[in-house]
């Protein structure tokens, strides 16, 4: 593996289904990616995306040290599953003078945990169920991603209620504390939403704001609807 330089590197530590699947995103958008894990077989599928693909049976510093994963400016180590592991391998990680280290957690205990360890936590089971939440108490939303404990982004399909209506005359900040980031119709997209907009059948918008205003709008759809 190369020393830093200026495109970021990528450590993948654990090819389970989520070390996987953020690896082969990664790949896949040209990233220069290291990946590491105790089973031959998977490490071989991710030779085809990177060369820098290691098996290593124990995470203990040294051999870590020696896959060059020092060298990434950010490293993911997706093993939740096995606690112990997961803190061990992440506090090297930060001893390492690596600059991001992210770690997957598996509950709010092992969150606390590693962030007290210096890394940054994610939760993917939780975030997954957190966006399919969104999904079903709304029909209307298409996707749902948060950003944090009070912030979602989320995919609504205009209702015919608000078809017809301007920017102004639906007033989604007054009414239901949303922001409207863009507005896509027919694979066009428009990000600079003025207030004389007229809503269009087909409409997507994509709105900022809490839960809370989602949850709101979703009752007013209902009864205007």
Not at 13 to 18: A, K, T
Not at 63 to 74: A, K, Y
């Amino acid at each position: 593996m190369k020393n830093k330089s200026e495109k970021t590197t990528y450590g993948i530590i654990g090819l389970g289904r989520f070390g996987s699947a953020l690896a082969l995103e990664l790949a896949q958008s040209g990233a220069e990616l290291l990946v590491i894990d105790k089973e031959e077989e998977k490490v071989r599928e991710m030779r085809e995306y990177t060369e820098n693909a290691f098996v290593v049976r124990s995470l203990d510093r040294k051999s870590l040290s020696e896959t060059g994963i020092q060298n990434c400016d950010v490293v993911a180590v997706c093993i939740g599953e096995h606690i112990d592991t997961s803190i061990l391998t992440t506090l090297d990680l930060v001893d390492m003078g690596i600059p991001k280290v992210v770690a997957k957690a598996n509950s709010a205990e092992h969150g606390e945990i590693l962030k007290k360890l210096g890394a940054e936590v994610v939760y993917p089971e939780r975030d997954m169920a957190v966006r399919l939440a969104s999904r079903l108490e709304n029909s209307r939303v298409l996707d749902s991603m948060q950003l944090s404990e009070k912030i979602n982004i989320s995919k609504l399909l205009i209702p015919d209620c608000a078809v017809g209506k301007t920017v102004v005359e639906m007033d989604f900040r007054s009414k239901f504390d949303l922001n409207i980031i863009a507005v896509e119709n027919n694979g066009s997209v428009i990000e600079n939403i003025k207030p004389d907009y007229v809503f269009r059948k087909g409409d997507v918008l994509f709105l900022s704001g809490g839960k809370g205003g989602m949850l709101k709008l979703s009752e007013w759809i209902e009864k205007n609807d």
